[in-house]
C-alpha cells in the first residue's frame, strides 16, 4: 500500500474529508487553508481562502455543491466547490471547532468553542440551495447551549432524528434537533479525558468516539449503549469506520507537548486497524512523524486518508490483501450465507 | 510531654511572620485535618493500625519546615530529666548516717557510669530518718539507661535489693492512675489457624507465582507462559516504596512510612509488621530468620511506641527476629567513605553501605564492617560481639561471607568463611584474606601490589573466590584486571591467577553451582568520545581434569558488544548476558555453556561447550531476572530509570519471546523464589532420566490447554460476530419501521435524496482524471574538470 503525500500545508492539518463520490478530498489545517485535492492522484484542485484564522473543521453537502468550514476567526463560512467562491459567513462570538451537514444536506450544526464568557454551544443552520446560494438565512435556526461540559464534536444521527455530541468530560449526548432538549447524556469515556473526534457508521445506527482516554469506542446511535470498546496505548485523535469491511481506523500518538519526552523511535504515530467486531487490533500504517490529527474513509471504502500534526495528508488505496482479509468466523458466516 | 511541646509550637507558628505569608493553610490543630486523610487509604489497603497516629503526625510535619523554630522554642525536657533515676529498696537511716550509706551506694552506682556524691540526693523526713529512696543523676543519658538495666533487682545487701527506674518511667507510669490498681488477666485470642505459608508450592501443574508493581498497584500473578497471567492478588497502595521477596520466597514484604509488613499465605495477609519509621532498605538474612531494615533518619522513639524501646532511639539499622518481630538490636549506621573528588568537581556524596550487615550462609553469624578499621560479628540469635571485641583489620575496605558453609580439607571443625581485602597503605602490600569464624584465625592470605580497586566474587557454593584486581601501571594511567582465584575446597586454599584480560573487567559473574563464569571487560574510552568504549564478553570454563576441575581457560571472547549484565540461570548452565540501563543499545544475547552439539576445534579439553542460542531486543531495558526454575526469563523496563516504553517481557531460557506486556507505571517484576528441592541426590537423578517420558506428557498437557485455548477464542468470536449481526438487524427493522412511520423514502439519508441533488442528466460519460507521470529517461553523470 503505497501512499500519495499530500504536502499543500504549512502547518498541522485539523480535519480532511472526502465527497459522498470519493473522487474529492478536503483538508483543512491551521495555515487558514481549505484545500480540495483529487483523491485518485493527489493533485491539488484548488483553495479556499479567506479565513483569518486556523480553519478546524470541514464538511461537505451531500452532493458536493457546498463545502462547509469553521475556523478560529469565529466564522463559518460557506463555499461553493465548484468556483470557490464564498457565498456566507456566519459570525460566532467564539471559535468553531466543528461543522456538519445533515444527511440531507439541509441544516448544518456547528459547534463553537466555550470562551471569555460564553458558553459552549451547538448551532443549527438552515442551508438553501436554490439558485443563489448566497441566499442563506442570516440567524441559527436553533442554538443548543451545552451548560455541563461543552461539546467538542457533533454530528446527526440516521433520519437526522439526533444530534449526537461527545464533550470534553468524556461524555456523550443526545440532543433533539427541533426543540434543542437533551435527550440523554452518558458518561462513555473516562471522566474528563476529551472526546476528539465522532464518526458516523454509513447507515448512520452507530458511531465511533475517540478520546484523550486513549481508548476508542462504538455506540448505538438510538440509545447510546457501548457497542464495542478498542484500547490503545496512545491518547486518540481521530476515529473512523471503514464501509466495506469491518474495521474501524483509528489515529492519535502523544501530544506535540510531551513529545520529546517519549522515545522519537516509536512515538506511535501510527493509524491503528482495528476489527470492529472482534475488537482486535489487525494492523498498523506507519508514515506521520507526528500525532495522527483526523482520519477519513472513503465512501466507497476503497481508501482512506489520514492528517497529521505534521502537516501532511496521506492518501493510500487499499491493496487487495486488505479486501482479502476475513476472519475464519467470517469466512464461515459468508458460506452459510451463499448456502442459503 | 509532647502534648505541651506541641502547644508551645503551635503559638509560635502564630507569631511567626514567615509562616503567615504562606498562601497554603496552616491546620494547628492537630487531630482533626489530618484524620480524613488516614481514612481516604482503600479498605485492601495495609493499615499499620497497630501503630499510633503520632507516625503519621510526623510526616505530615515534614512538609511544613518549622526546624528554625523548633530549635528556638522547643523546651527540652526530657533531655534535661533523661540523666536521673531512681533507686527505690534502700535502708531507711537516720539522717546522720545518711553519708556512709550514700557512699556505700555511689560505689555501686559508678561501676556502671559517673556519678558524685552531690549528685545523689536522698530525701529525709520529719522524723529525721531517709524515706529508702534516692535521686542519682548521671552524667549522660546513657549512663542512666545502664544503671537502670544492670542494677535493677541487685541486692545491696541480704534485707535490701535495689529498683532501680528512670525518673521519666516513674513520671510516666508511676502518677496516679496511670496504671490500673487492679490486675486484669489479659484476654487470651482464641486459637485462629493461619494459612499455610508455602501453599504456592502446591499447584498442580508447578507454576511459579511473581509479583508485579506497577503505578500504584501491587499484584501476584501465576505465570501461565504465553497465555494471560492468572491474578492472585492485586492490591492498591499496597506498598510506599517497593515490595521484596523473602529468600526463600515465603513473605513479601511492603515498605510504608510507618514501616516493613510481611505478607504471606494462600490469600496474601499480614503476617508480621516491624515499625521502623521512615524505612529505607531493607534486607532478609539468607534463612529468613531476620531482617534488617534501614533509615537515614535516626529513629525517634516516641511515647506509646509499642514495640521500640529507648533502646532504639538515635539508631539507623534495626536487626529484627522475624518471627518474634521484636528487634533483636539497633545500630548507628556506617557510612562508606565517599569516593576521592576528582580535582575540581564537588566532593561525591557519601554512600551508605548496604547491604550493612552481611549474614553467614547458615544465619549463625551477622557481620558489619567499619571501613578502614574493623570487622564486628555478632552471634545469633542474641546478637552479641563475637568475643565481645571487634575484629581490627587495618584498613579494611570490604568482605564478604561464604554463600555456603564449605568443608575445607582437613578441617574438622565448624566454621564459617569471610573474605576481606586491604588496600596498599604505606610500603606494605594491599591484602586478600580469609577468615575462619568462631576462631576468627586468618587461615589465607595473598599480598597483592599496584592495586586500585578489588571486588570479592564468592562462587555459590563457596568452592571459589574470585578475587578481582584492578591494577594500575606505574604511572597510573593504564589499568588491567588480574583475577585471582581461590580454590576453597582444595588443600591449602591454592591460588590460580587468571592474566589474560588485558582490560578492565567491569562485571563477573560465576556460574550458580557451577565453574564457569563470564566476564565483561571495557576496552580504553577515546579520549572526549561521546559514547561509551565497547565491551568485549569473555566465558571461561576449566580444564577437563578427572574429578576436580582443572585450570581456568578463556573458552571464547565476543568482542565490540555494548555489554554490561551477566544473568546466569539459577540452574547454570544457560547465561543472558545483555546490556541494561543504557540509551542506545538494549541486546541481551542467550547463551548456552553446554550445547549438544559438535565442538568448536581447540576448545574440545574445556568443560564447555559455548554456543550462542539467540539475541532479541526490549526497547529500554533495565532488569533482566530469571525465574528460581531456570525456564523464564523476564526482561522488564521500570519507570524508576526511565519513563519510555515502560513494561515486561517474559522470554523461554532459550530466548523465544513469550510475551510482551507494555504497562503504564511499571515499576517492579519479582519471582517469587523458590525454597530448595527436597528431593535428594539420587531423586533428582532418576528424574533427570526419565526427562523423556515426562516432556512427552507435559507436551501432550500444553497441547491441550493450546487447543482449549484456541477452542474458546474461536467461540468468542463466533458469539461476537452473531450478536454484532442481530444487533444489525434489529436496528435496520426499527430504522425501516421509523421511515415508514414518518413517510420518509427507504434512501431517505443517501445523497441521491438530498436537498442539493443535481437532476439526473443522461449519458455524462464517465469523468476522466488526468494524471501525468513524469519518468526518467536516462541519467547521465559528467565529470568536469
Known amino acids: 500500500m503505497r501512499p500519495i503525500l499530500l504536502s499543500g500545508h504549512e502547518r498541522s492539518l485539523t480535519q480532511i474529508k472526502f465527497n459522498s463520490d470519493g473522487d474529492l ?28 484564522g486556523a480553519v478546524w473543521t470541514v464538511d461537505v453537502s451531500p452532493n458536493t455543491t457546498l463545502l462547509a468550514t469553521g475556523s478560529a476567526d469565529n466564522t463559518v463560512r460557506l463555499w461553493n466547490i465548484k468556483t470557490g467562491e464564498c457565498v456566507k459567513v456566519w459570525d460566532f462570538p467564539t471559535a468553531v471547532k466543528r461543522v456538519a451537514f445533515s444527511p440531507d444536506g439541509g441544516r448544518l450544526l456547528a459547534v463553537t468553542e466555550k470562551r471569555m464568557g460564553f458558553l459552549g454551544t451547538i448551532a443549527v443552520l438552515d442551508i438553501n440551495y436554490g439558485e443563489n446560494l448566497t441566499e442563506q438565512a442570516a440567524e441559527p435556526s436553533l442554538v443548543i447551549t451545552c451548560e455541563d461540559s461543552k461539546a467538542t464534536v457533533a454530528q446527526w444521527s440516521f433520519l437526522a432524528k439526533y444530534i449526537l455530541a461527545g464533550h470534553e468530560d468524556g461524555s456523550v449526548s443526545q440532543y433533539d434537533p427541533k426543540t434543542g432538549d437533551i435527550v440523554e447524556n452518558i458518561q462513555i469515556h473516562e471522566f474528563d479525558s476529551a472526546i476528539t473526534d465522532l464518526q458516523m457508521s454509513p447507515d448512520r445506527l452507530s458511531f465511533i468516539t475517540a478520546s484523550k482516554d486513549k481508548s476508542a469506542k462504538l455506540i ?82 476503497t481508501a482512506y486518508a489520514s492528517g497529521g500534526e505534521d502537516g501532511y495528508v496521506r492518501v493510500h488505496h487499499f491493496d487487495k490483501s486488505y479486501f482479502d482479509f476475513l476472519y475464519e468466523v467470517e469466512r464461515e458466516h459468508l458460506r452459510e450465507q451463499a448456502r442459503k | 510531654m509532647s502534648v505541651r511541646t506541641k502547644n508551645c509550637l503551635a503559638s509560635a507558628i502564630c507569631f511567626c511572620p514567615k509562616i503567615q505569608q504562606r498562601t497554603t493553610p496552616i491546620y494547628l490543630c492537630s487531630g482533626t485535618y489530618r484524620r480524613p486523610r488516614y481514612s481516604q487509604i482503600p479498605i485492601m489497603a495495609p493499615s499499620f493500625d497497630t501503630l499510633s497516629e503520632q507516625d503519621l503526625h510526623e510526616e505530615e510535619e515534614e512538609e511544613i519546615d518549622f526546624s528554625d523554630l523548633k530549635a528556638e522554642y522547643e523546651v527540652q525536657m526530657e533531655e534535661g530529666l533523661d540523666t536521673f533515676i531512681v533507686i527505690d529498696g534502700l535502708p531507711v537511716v537516720p539522717e546522720d548516717s545518711r553519708q556512709k550509706l550514700v557512699k556505700f551506694l555511689l560505689r555501686k552506682l559508678n561501676s ?57 518511667d516513674i513520671e510516666r507510669y508511676g502518677r496516679e492512675g496511670r496504671v490500673d490498681e487492679e490486675y486484669k488477666a489479659p484476654t487470651l ?9 508455602r501453599s504456592w508450592m502446591g499447584d498442580a501443574n508447578a507454576r511459579d507465582q511473581f509479583a508485579l508493581y506497577r503505578n500504584d498497584k501491587v499484584g501476584v500473578f501465576w505465570n501461565n507462559k504465553t497465555n494471560t497471567p492468572e491474578n492472585v492478588v492485586d492490591r492498591a497502595h499496597w506498598t510506599q516504596l517497593f515490595v521484596q521477596w523473602s529468600p526463600k520466597g515465603t513473605f513479601l514484604a511492603s515498605v510504608h512510612p510507618q514501616g516493613v509488613q510481611l505478607w504471606g499465605g494462600e490469600s496474601f495477609s499480614k503476617q508480621k509488621q516491624f515499625p521502623h519509621p521512615f524505612v529505607q532498605l531493607i534486607e532478609f538474612s539468607p534463612l529468613e530468620g531476620y531482617l534488617t531494615t534501614w533509615s537515614a533518619r535516626p529513629i525517634q522513639v516516641e511515647e506509646g511506641q509499642p514495640v521500640l524501646t529507648y533502646e532504639e532511639d538515635g539508631k539507623n539499622i534495626i536487626v529484627w527476629d522475624i518471627e518474634t518481630g521484636k528487634p533483636l538490636r539497633s545500630f548507628v549506621s556506617h557510612d562508606l567513605a565517599a569516593p576521592v573528588a576528582i580535582d575540581g568537581d564537588v566532593a561525591p556524596k557519601k554512600k551508605v553501605q548496604w547491604p550493612a550487615f552481611k549474614w553467614s550462609a547458615d544465619e549463625k553469624y551477622v557481620a558489619r564492617m567499619l571501613q578502614g578499621q574493623s570487622i564486628s560479628v555478632y552471634e545469633l540469635p542474641n546478637m552479641n560481639l563475637l568475643g565481645r571485641t571487634s575484629i581490627k583489620i587495618d584498613g579494611v575496605m570490604d568482605f564478604e561471607w561464604s554463600p555456603a558453609t564449605v568443608i575445607r580439607e582437613g578441617v574438622k571443625q565448624y566454621e564459617q568463611l569471610l573474605c576481606f581485602w ?3 597503605i604505606g610500603s606494605n602490600p594491599a591484602r586478600v584474606g580469609m577468615m575462619s569464624v568462631p576462631t576468627k584465625e586468618i587461615v589465607r592470605t595473598r599480598n597483592l601490589f599496584n592495586v586500585s580497586d578489588v571486588k570479592l566474587h564468592w562462587q555459590s557454593q563457596g568452592a571459589y573466590v574470585c578475587v578481582k584486581v584492578d591494577r594500575h601501571s606505574k604511572s597510573k594511567k593504564s589499568m588491567a584486571t588480574n583475577l585471582e582465584i581461590f580454590r576453597v575446597r582444595e588443600k591449602g586454599v591454592p591460588v590460580e591467577v587468571v592474566d589474560s584480560l588485558k582490560d578492565t573487567v567491569i562485571n563477573f559473574a560465576w556460574e550458580p553451582n557451577g565453574s564457569r563464569f563470564v566476564a565483561i571487560t571495557n576496552g580504553e ?45 539459577p540452574k547454570g548452565r544457560f547465561v543472558v548476558v545483555a546490556t541494561v540501563h543504557s540509551q542506545t543499545s538494549f541486546d541481551m544475547d542467550f547463551w548456552d555453556m553446554d550445547f549438544e552439539g559438535e565442538k568448536v576445534d581447540g576448545e574440545n579439553n574445556l568443560a564447555a561447550n559455548l554456543q550462542l542460542m539467540k539475541t532479541s531486543e526490549h526497547y529500554g531495558v533495565t532488569d533482566i531476572d530469571w525465574d528460581s526454575t531456570g525456564r523464564y526469563v523476564v526482561s522488564s523496563a521500570s519507570v524508576w530509570t526511565h519513563s519510555m516504553e515502560n513494561g515486561w517481557n517474559m522470554h523461554t531460557f532459550s530466548g523465544t519471546t513469550l510475551s510482551e506486556n507494555p504497562t503504564e507505571k511499571f515499576k517492579q517484576f519479582l519471582w517469587r523464589p523458590r525454597p530448595a528441592t527436597l528431593l535428594s541426590k539420587e531423586e533428582q537423578k532418576q528424574v533427570r532420566k526419565n526427562l523423556r517420558e515426562y516432556s512427552k506428557e507435559f507436551d501432550e498437557e500444553d497441547k491441550y490447554a493450546v487447543d482449549i485455548a484456541n477452542t474458546a477464542v474461536v467461540e468468542t468470536r463466533k458469539r461476537v460476530l452473531s450478536e454484532w449481526l442481530a444487533w444489525l438487524r434489529r436496528e435496520k427493522e426499527l430504522l425501516a419501521e421509523e421511515k415508514e412511520v414518518l413517510g420518509f423514502a427507504e434512501d431517505a439519508d443517501s445523497p441521491k435524496a438530498a436537498l442539493d441533488a443535481r437532476p439526473v442528466v443522461e449519458d455524462q ?7 501525468i507521470v513524469e519518468e526518467i529517461i536516462e541519467e547521465t553523470e559528467e565529470v568536469i574538470g
Not at chain 2, 189 to 197: A, M, N, S, V
Open chain 1, 220 to 301: 448505538s446511535a438510538r440509545n447510546l449503549a457501548i457497542l464495542k470498546t478498542y484500547t490503545t496505548d496512545t491518547p486518540l485523535n481521530t476515529a473512523s469506520i471503514t464501509p466495506k469491511k469491518s474495521f474501524v481506523i483509528l489515529g492519535g500518538g502523544q501530544a506535540a507537548m510531551d513529545v520529546t519526552t517519549t522515545s522519537a523511535r516509536q512515538g506511535k504515530f501510527e493509524a491503528r486497524f482495528w476489527h470492529s467486531v472482534v475488537g482486535e487490533e489487525v494492523g498498523r500504517v506507519k508514515g506521520h512523524f507526528g500525532p495522527l490529527n483526523t482520519i477519513d474513509v472513503h465512501p466507497a471504502g
Open chain 2, 422 to 424: 586491604t588496600p596498599e
Open chain 1, 25 to 52: 478530498l478536503f483538508s483543512t489545517s491551521k495555515d487558514k487553508i481549505v484545500c480540495a485535492w483529487w483523491s485518485a492522484n493527489g493533485e491539488r484542485l484548488g483553495t479556499y481562502s479567506g479565513h483569518q
Open chain 2, 525 to 569: 574510552a577515546a579520549q572526549g568520545a561521546a559514547v561509551a568504549p565497547k565491551t568485549a564478553v569473555s566465558f571461561f570454563a576449566p580444564e577437563k581434569k578427572g574429578h576436580q576441575a582443572g585450570n581456568f581457560k578463556l573458552v571464547r571472547t565476543v568482542d565490540k558488544k555494548n555489554s554490561n549484565g551477566i544473568y546466569w540461570s
Open chain 2, 112 to 168: 556502671v557510669g559517673s556519678t558524685s556524691e552531690d549528685a545523689v540526693f536522698m530525701p529525709v523526713n520529719d522524723k529525721k530518718m531517709t524515706e529508702g529512696f534516692a535521686f542519682v543523676e548521671y552524667e549522660t543519658p546513657e549512663q542512666a539507661v545502664a544503671a537502670v538495666k544492670q542494677l535493677h533487682g541487685v541486692p545491696l545487701d541480704k534485707k535490701h535489693t535495689l529498683a532501680v527506674n528512670k525518673l521519666m
Open chain 2, 765 to 771: 460519460g464517465d469523468s476522466v482524471v488526468e494524471e
Open chain 2, 189 to 197: 485470642e482464641p486459637f485462629k489457624e493461619k494459612e499455610h505459608l
